[in-house]
């Protein structure tokens, strides 16, 4: 088992030594603040709805976006906001 401050060393290291990207889900948490807690920026923290629409849309654009980073390096910020808009829009109907 690995503390938070272990994890976050790691994550470190290997976004600097190798240039990884981590994208963080969380359902029924605050991603963003956990996430934050272990290296991972808030810019790749993402809520979601852990219902079967949030999920199939989770992996949907978590395919893409690894797609996208395998050809050109970069992570596709606008598939994550298309998680985000999904809590924002599906979330406040509860």
């Known amino acids: 088992i690995y503390s938070p401050a272990e994890i976050k060393a790691m ?29 991972i920026r808030p810019d790749r923290a993402l809520d979601y709805l852990a219902d079967g629409k949030g999920t199939a849309l989770n992996y949907k654009i978590l395919s893409e976006t690894i797609g996208t980073f ?12 298309e998680i985000r808009r999904d809590v924002r829009e599906r979330g406040r109907k509860k």
Do not use: H, P
């Open 70 to 81: 395998r050809t050109t390096g970069r992570v596709d910020d606008e598939g994550l906001n």
């Open 11 to 39: 994550v470190e290291k290997q976004e600097e030594s190798y240039g990884w990207e981590f994208i963080f889900l969380g359902a029924n948490i605050d991603a963003i603040v956990t996430a934050g807690s272990i290296g």
